[in-house]
């Protein structure tokens, strides 16, 4: 089971630009949340996917979307980027039956 | 709102057994959870409480009271590896839905 999969690993955007990070969910899992992690900080909650809808946001702006595929990967787009957008951000599965959050590597976003 | 507290830093030595607390004001409450992150990595699940007491797991134990708003992670005979951040995580809704995490307890374990 290769858990839950980022990509990729790490970005380097200018400000301004957009960008989409990508992930796959566990094997088994239909809903995925993704999160910002800044440093020294704790995971930040931007949304949550199921069954290709978003079904919770945090308190994150529009700039902010997302979107969940029939086989239940996921995306998180980012426009407009602002230097404080720089952070790691983490993907986490679920499925609505198991109490366990799995987290992918993250992705690590610099924006200049 | 939402708020989650746990200290900042905490150090200790191999072998010794460091308790590390965690306070939360939630609107709602469906479980806690407990997880480690090592510098540049993913967090890792180590506990979950959903009702009063103490759950324990090999070296890690956790506990909950949902009266007092109030847990801890209790971590016995410490090892250097175990130097990491620990996030307390508030699962505010129904199942399935948004971990609210706090800052983060940084553990430095020395020998």
């Known amino acids: 089971d290769a858990g839950v999969t980022q990509s990729p690993t790490h970005l380097i955007k200018t400000r301004g630009q957009q960008v989409t990070l990508r992930c796959s969910p566990k094997?088994?899992?239909?809903?995925v949340s993704w999160y910002q992690q800044a440093l020294g900080q704790g995971p930040q909650f931007i949304f949550q996917?199921?069954?290709?809808?978003?079904?919770q946001r945090g308190n994150f702006p529009d700039r902010f979307s997302g979107h969940q595929f029939p086989n239940y990967s996921s995306e998180l787009n980012v426009n407009a980027l602002l230097l404080g957008d720089s952070a790691l951000y983490l993907c986490?599965?679920?499925?609505?039956?198991?109490?366990?959050?799995?987290f992918g590597q993250g992705t690590r976003l610099t924006v200049v | 709102g939402q708020n989650i507290d746990q200290p900042t830093e905490m150090t200790a030595t191999e072998g010794a057994i460091v308790q590390i607390n965690c306070t939360y004001q939630?609107?709602?409450?469906?479980?806690l959870f407990w997880y480690q992150q090592h510098a540049g990595e993913a967090p890792t699940f180590l506990s979950y409480?959903?009702?009063?007491g103490l759950e324990e797991k090999g070296r890690f134990s956790s506990f909950l009271s949902r009266s007092k708003g109030y847990s801890y992670l209790l971590l016995k005979e410490l090892q250097m590896k175990d130097s990491a951040s620990y996030l307390c995580?508030?699962?505010?809704?129904?199942?399935?839905?948004?971990?609210?995490f706090g800052k983060g307890t940084t553990l430095s374990v020395s020998s």
């Open positions: 986490a599965s679920n499925d609505d039956t198991n109490t366990e959050a799995f």
């Open positions: 094997s088994g899992h239909d809903t």
């Open positions: 996917y199921y069954e290709e809808e978003e079904r």
């Open positions: 939630t609107s709602g409450f469906n479980g």
């Open positions: 409480n959903v009702l009063d």
């Open positions: 995580a508030v699962r505010a809704d129904q199942a399935g839905t948004a971990l609210i």
